[in-house]
């Protein structure tokens, strides 16, 4: 109840700043669980791929440091997010999510890169697929990459693309990780290039990625 509300005011503030969004291939979103991954270029992008994919609902990871905060730590309960030591990883990090897919009532937000100023995919988002026995689900934001760029009004386009299976024989050793990265990688730019021939994503720090 509380994520439906929160989405409501959410929706409401961004488009009195910003105006609506465009969402591209929004109808061949799978109807179950799934794991949405995208290329991480803005600190709200999470919050446009869970509103341009609705009415499906989504967990997603968020740091421990922030579940020490108790006024954090009840928000993010309340809107599915679990935490997660990023230096050091534990089991629960796979076990997590892999368990709150196979329940069925929410898909998972990742970033592969798991930063916004790395380009590097990792490998965690195919292997809890392939655990759960859900898709990956390519999507890339394009607009306005800070809080105050949102105010020029400068137009917020999602765009999905097929999702991608990955065969339960398949290996994700190195070379296995290498075909699913290739796989989302090749999504990522096919629709960037799809939204716009000519886009060039160019962090908050000015660090060009092609």
Request: charged share 20%.
């Amino acid at each position: 109840m509380f994520y439906k509300f929160l989405r409501g005011v959410v929706c409401t503030i961004l488009f009195l700043i910003n105006g609506r969004a465009r969402y591209v291939h929004q109808a061949d979103l799978p109807d179950g669980p799934y794991v949405l991954v995208g290329p991480h270029r803005t600190w709200f992008d999470p919050v446009y791929f869970a509103m341009a994919a609705y009415p499906r609902k989504f967990s997603f990871m968020a740091k421990e440091e922030l579940f020490q905060n108790p006024i954090f730590r009840w928000l993010l309960k309340h809107v599915n997010g679990f935490p997660v030591n990023r230096d050091h990883p534990g089991p629960s990090a796979i076990k997590t999510p892999v368990r709150i897919l196979r329940q069925g009532d929410l898909s998972l937000i990742m970033f592969p890169s798991g930063s916004r100023h790395s380009s590097e995919l990792k490998g965690g988002a195919a292997v809890i697929a392939k655990m759960a026995g859900v898709p990956l689900v390519p999507a890339v934001y394009q607009g306005p990459l800070t809080f105050k760029q949102l105010f020029s009004r400068k137009p917020v386009t999602i765009a999905f693309g097929a999702p991608i299976v990955i065969d339960r024989k398949m290996k994700l050793n190195e070379e296995g990780q290498a075909v699913i990265e290739k796989q989302m990688q090749a999504a990522f730019d096919q629709l960037d290039q799809e939204i716009d021939p000519n886009f060039h994503y160019v962090d908050v720090t000015g660090e060009k990625k092609e």
